[in-house]
């Protein structure tokens, strides 16, 4: 099969001068995935997310496209990136546009998923600096956790995050509008354990194995904790089979509540009355090979970087086989001649 892999830009870009990882991560991971379309047997290229893309996308007219491109100018490109590649009418790996628009924004993550009866920290949004007028804390318990909303890696999260009140939350708030600009979550806090679940398969998600984070010091992933990788992970995690079940639905229905396809990771917060609260649903998890949770936690189900290559092409390429179904709208705009 022709396999077209869309990475984010490798040179210099904003999203590259902003976190100064991202092009060896982009690099490492392409790299990764490339070894794994050879062994697999697929004719692979490489188009890197940008104004151009659409076009050398039509030009190479692959069979199926592996999505990887986690931004662009930021990471909120990754929903725009999408958008690009349904333009294309070219199947492609993982959540549509839609998806990620939704995964991305945690507000409107947390909404679809309450919609869908799963538990997640109750919260308040502020959408600007006229919001902070407002009680921030008003109807949640504290302390509250004060972040952006359309972050990852933790950027933005610290110690000084957790507050227990009101003018505590606006005065991070405003800095975080200063920083990353709005939407800000303001989130009752919830101690205890913390999980992560990977989600691999089509046309459902399955669960992989739980994976707990477990802290050597504290008991908040911030910023700090991530970069200098001081956590252990215990996958999968020593927990009654009961609770990995229950985990594991969480995170399975929370992926469909947002739109996830063909893989995610949702994180999740163990209230210590022992209560799921899905923290985040990640719609592109990374990839990275030997760095990122989601090869780590497959190696661990005994599935290689190659099987999961295999399974989101799988995915893809059945996506491809279904619209050519009679009756099934055509990528190309078939209807137009009738
Ligand atoms: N409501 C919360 N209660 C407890 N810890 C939280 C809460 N929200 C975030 N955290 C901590 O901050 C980390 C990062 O938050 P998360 O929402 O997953 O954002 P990111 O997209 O940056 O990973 C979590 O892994 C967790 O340790
Ligand atoms: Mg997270």
Same mark, same amino acid.
């Given at each position: 099969?022709?396999? /077209?892999?869309?990475?984010? %830009?490798?040179?210099?870009?904003?999203l590259?001068?902003?976190? %100064?990882?991202?092009?060896?991560?982009? #690099?490492?991971?392409?790299?990764?995935?490339?070894?794994?379309?050879?062994?697999? !047997?697929?004719?692979?290229?490489v188009?890197?997310?940008?104004?151009?893309?659409?076009?050398?996308?039509?030009? &190479? *007219?692959?069979? #199926?496209i592996?999505?990887?491109?986690?931004g662009?100018?930021?990471?909120?490109?990754?929903?725009?990136?999408?958008?690009?590649?349904?333009?294309? !009418?070219i199947?492609?790996?993982?959540?549509?546009?839609? *998806? @990620? #628009?939704?995964?991305?924004?945690? @507000?409107?993550?947390?909404?679809?998923?309450?919609?869908a !009866?799963?538990?997640?920290?109750?919260?308040?949004?502020?959408?600007?600096?006229e919001?902070?007028?407002? =009680?921030?804390?008003?109807?949640?318990?504290?302390?509250?956790?004060? +972040?952006?909303?359309?972050?990852?890696?933790?950027?933005?999260?610290?110690?000084?995050?957790v507050?227990?009140?009101a003018?505590?939350?606006?005065?991070?708030?405003?800095?975080?509008?200063?920083?990353?600009?709005?939407?800000? &979550?303001?989130e009752?806090?919830i101690?205890?354990?913390?999980?992560? #679940?990977?989600l691999?398969?089509?046309?459902?998600l399955?669960?992989?194995?739980?994976?707990?984070?477990?802290?050597?010091?504290?008991?908040?992933?911030?910023? +700090?904790?991530?970069?200098?990788?001081?956590?252990?992970?215990? /996958?999968?995690?020593?927990?009654?089979?009961?609770?990995?079940?229950?985990?594991?639905?969480?995170?399975?229905?929370?992926?469909? $509540?947002v *739109? /996830?396809?063909?893989?995610?990771?949702? =994180?999740?917060?163990?209230?210590?009355?022992?209560?799921?609260?899905?923290?985040?649903?990640?719609?592109?998890?990374? &990839?990275? %090979?030997?760095?990122?949770?989601?090869?780590?936690?497959?190696?661990?189900?005994?599935?290689?970087?190659?099987?999961?290559?295999?399974?989101?092409?799988?995915?893809?390429?059945?996506?491809?086989?279904?619209?050519?179904l009679?009756?099934? %709208? +055509?990528? =190309?705009?078939? $209807?137009?001649?009738a």
């Amino acid at each position: 099969m022709r396999v /077209c892999v869309v990475t984010a %830009p490798t040179g210099d870009c904003p999203l590259n001068r902003q976190d %100064p990882h991202a092009a060896e991560h982009t #690099v490492r991971t392409r790299d990764a995935v490339l070894k794994s379309l050879e062994e697999l !047997g697929h004719d692979a290229s490489v188009v890197e997310a940008g104004p151009a893309m659409l076009l050398e996308i039509e030009t &190479l *007219g692959p069979d #199926v496209i592996l999505n990887l491109a986690t931004g662009y100018r930021s990471k909120k490109d990754q929903a725009n990136i999408a958008a690009i590649l349904e333009m294309s !009418g070219i199947p492609f790996t993982g959540a549509s546009s839609h *998806g @990620h #628009v939704v995964g991305l924004y945690k @507000h409107v993550a947390k909404m679809a998923m309450e919609a869908a !009866g799963i538990r997640t920290p109750p919260f308040q949004v502020v959408l600007g600096k006229e919001d902070l007028r407002r =009680d921030l804390t008003r109807g949640l318990k504290l302390p509250a956790i004060v +972040k952006p909303a359309a972050e990852g890696a933790s950027l933005g999260i610290t110690e000084e995050s957790v507050v227990s009140t009101a003018e505590g939350a606006a005065r991070v708030a405003a800095r975080l509008i200063d920083e990353f600009g709005p939407p800000v &979550l303001i989130e009752e806090f919830i101690p205890g354990r913390e999980f992560t #679940v990977a989600l691999l398969g089509y046309p459902s998600l399955r669960a992989l194995p739980v994976q707990e984070i477990i802290f050597k010091e504290g008991d908040l992933f911030s910023y +700090k904790v991530k970069r200098l990788d001081s956590v252990t992970v215990k /996958c999968p995690a020593e927990v009654p089979e009961d609770l990995a079940r229950l985990l594991q639905d969480a995170a399975v229905r929370s992926a469909a $509540a947002v *739109g /996830c396809r063909d893989f995610a990771r949702v =994180d999740i917060r163990l209230s210590d009355g022992g209560v799921p609260y899905v923290l985040e649903v990640n719609t592109l998890p990374g &990839l990275i %090979p030997d760095y990122s949770e989601y090869p780590r936690i497959a190696a661990k189900a005994g599935l290689t970087y190659t099987d999961i290559v295999k399974t989101l092409i799988q995915a893809a390429a059945e996506r491809a086989r279904s619209r050519e179904l009679p009756g099934a %709208p +055509k990528a =190309d705009g078939a $209807a137009r001649g009738a």
